[in-house]
C-alpha cells in the first residue's frame, strides 16, 4: 500500500471518529420510564430503562435519511432478547414481542445506520 493510500485511510478514520464522538446521545421518551438514561450516541448505545416504563422506549435523535436499526433487550431471561424496532429520520421506537415485555431497570442496547 502506498503512502497516499495510508495518508487517505488515516484521515478516513480520523474524521468517522470524530463524527462518531461529537454525536449527541438521543433523548428517551416517556415510555422509557422515569429516570431512564441513554448513553453512547445515534448511532449505538444503551437506554437504561426507567420506573413505570411502558413497556416500550421510543428515542428521539436526527437522522438525515431513515437509518436501520436494531436492538437488544441484555437483561432478559435467560439470555439476551431481540426486540422489535421502528424507525424515522427522528425517531426510533424499540417494542418487545408478545413473548416477553421490556420492564423497569432493563437495559437496552441499540445500533443504527444510516447516512
Not at 470524530?18 to 453512547?40: E, Q, Y
Request: proline share 7%; charged share 10%.
Amino acid at each position: 500500500m502506498g503512502e497516499t493510500m495510508r495518508h487517505i485511510l488515516l484521515i478516513t478514520a480520523l474524521l468517522f471518529s470524530i463524527a462518531f464522538a461529537n454525536a449527541a446521545p438521543p433523548i428517551a421518551s416517556a415510555d422509557c420510564g422515569t429516570g431512564a438514561l441513554v448513553v453512547g450516541s445515534k448511532n449505538a448505545g444503551k437506554v437504561y430503562m426507567g420506573t413505570d416504563s411502558a413497556g416500550s422506549c421510543t428515542l428521539t435523535f436526527s437522522w438525515p435519511k431513515v437509518p436501520s436499526c436494531s436492538a437488544v433487550n441484555e437483561t432478559s431471561s435467560p439470555g439476551p432478547k431481540p426486540l422489535g424496532t421502528i424507525t424515522t429520520e427522528t425517531t426510533l421506537a424499540i417494542n418487545s414481542p408478545v413473548v416477553f415485555v421490556i420492564v423497569d431497570g432493563d437495559v437496552i442496547s441499540y445500533l443504527c445506520i444510516g447516512q
